[in-house]
């Protein structure tokens, strides 16, 4: 964790806001309305690609609506909402799951995430990576690499770690918490093809030799998605196909062309209940914290902890308390939201995840 290399440049901000997911676009819109001066890191060029299903939920819609405003039309993909989940356990049936509210709405991540992130009011800086960071008493510095140039400093009050599942900067903040974390590798397909499914349904299939996790499908576009996940270290192909012939014999799947296949890391700490909110200045949201409800559902735990975070900041300042202990306190209602979103999905499933 020791930054050593000389900066070439210093920068300075409030805080610094690793990860331009909505947890991190959550966090600085909160403190940029309130005058804090913020920057958000993203390793990738903006817009990115997120492996994701896309779906928003009633809660994370009203979230947005809120703290954002009405999301534009650019966001969204055919079609644009869902009537609800159908969830396949093992045995064949059919649990239908009605959207919460006016329904669940379909957007691509590359187009959703970059919106949230412009309108967050910070100074973004794509293709910039965080390497590492230090504490020194009330400051953190923070040491950051931009494609092909030499590494720099930013020096900030706070750092907010919202790199997602595989954070880096939680790896940084407790190598011994790390080494708990089973990992898995979800993995999606995106298909020109037919299947025999209704296109205003998410899918999920709960047999546990579909997937280490569970198995799920849905449409977006001219594009049938689907995918499985594995264990870290294991094969996925056995899943991805026995998952496939299941729905080309049940649903008659029939693929022209598979366009992209893509994997991301995925961690059971939500599945757990194991979260990590941070330590002294350094405080961690979204899946980086181990945020992630029943069935992949995350965006709206990234929103509301994002947002919670830098309340935490915020109120750390006025009250003169720490920023951690605040956060810790405010985010206890969310860790049992996630917590008991698993007991309900293990009660679904027949069996734990
Ligand atoms: C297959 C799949 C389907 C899903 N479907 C849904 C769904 O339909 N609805 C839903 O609500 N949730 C879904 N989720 C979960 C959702 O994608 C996550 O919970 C959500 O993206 C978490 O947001 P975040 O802001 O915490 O992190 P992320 O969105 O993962 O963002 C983290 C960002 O940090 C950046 N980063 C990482 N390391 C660094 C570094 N060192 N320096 C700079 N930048 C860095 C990354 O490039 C990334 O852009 C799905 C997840 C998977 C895997």
């Known amino acids: 964790m020791a930054v050593t290399e000389k900066a070439k440049k210093r920068l300075e901000y ?10 991190g676009a959550a966090a600085a819109r909160t403190l940029v309305e309130c005058g804090w001066r913020v920057a958000i890191l ?5 817009p990115r690609y997120k492996i994701c299903s896309g779906l928003i939920v009633d809660r994370s819609q009203n979230m947005i609506e809120e703290r954002f405003g009405s999301l ?22 059919m649990i239908e799951v009605p959207a919460e509210g006016s329904g669940i709405l379909n957007v691509w991540r590359s187009e959703f995430d970059h919106w949230l992130v412009q309108q967050s009011g910070a ?33 900030a009050s706070y750092l907010i770690g919202a790199d997602g599942a595989g954070s ?33 349904y998410y899918y999920g299939f709960l047999d546990p030799s579909f997937s280490a996790f569970y198995a799920w499908l849905n449409f977006k576009d001219d594009y049938l998605v689907y995918g499985v996940a594995a264990r870290k270290g294991d094969r996925i192909e056995p899943y991805l196909k026995k998952f496939t012939e299941y729905l080309e014999e ?24 194991n979260f990590i909110l941070g330590h002294d200045r350094v405080l961690l949201v979204g899946e980086a914290a181990g945020f992630m409800n029943a069935f992949g559902e995350g965006i709206s735990s990234a929103l509301a902890t994002g947002h919670i975070a830098a309340e935490a900041i915020l109120q ?27 007991e309900m999905a293990r009660a679904v499933a027949g069996r734990g995840f």
């Open 168 to 200: 880096h900067v939680r790896r940084l903040l407790d190598p011994d918490f790390v080494k708990q974390i089973r990992y898995s590798i979800p993995t999606q397909l995106y298909c020109i093809g037919t299947i025999n499914l209704e296109r205003e």
């Open 123 to 155: 100074d973004i800086l794509d293709e910039h990576e965080m390497i590492d960071f230090e504490g020194t008493g009330d400051k953190v510095d923070i040491r950051v690499r931009r494609t092909k140039e030499a590494p720099f400093l930013i020096e």
């Open 250 to 273: 049940n649903f008659q799947l029939k693929i022209e062309k598979v366009v992209r296949k893509t994997g991301c890391m995925g961690s059971d700490m939500g599945i757990k209940g």
């Open 72 to 93: 534009p039309e650019s966001v969204f993909c055919r079609p644009k909402l869902l009537k609800g989940a159908r969830m396949c356990p093992a045995d064949d049936t």
């Open 14 to 23: 409030d805080v610094v806001i690793v990860g331009s997911g909505p947890a």
């Open 316 to 342: 750390a300042k006025t009250l003169k308390e720490s920023a951690i202990s605040l956060y810790r306190a405010l985010a206890e209602p969310e860790q049992k939201m996630t917590t008991e979103s698993w």
């Open 42 to 46: 993203e390793k990738k060029k903006l």
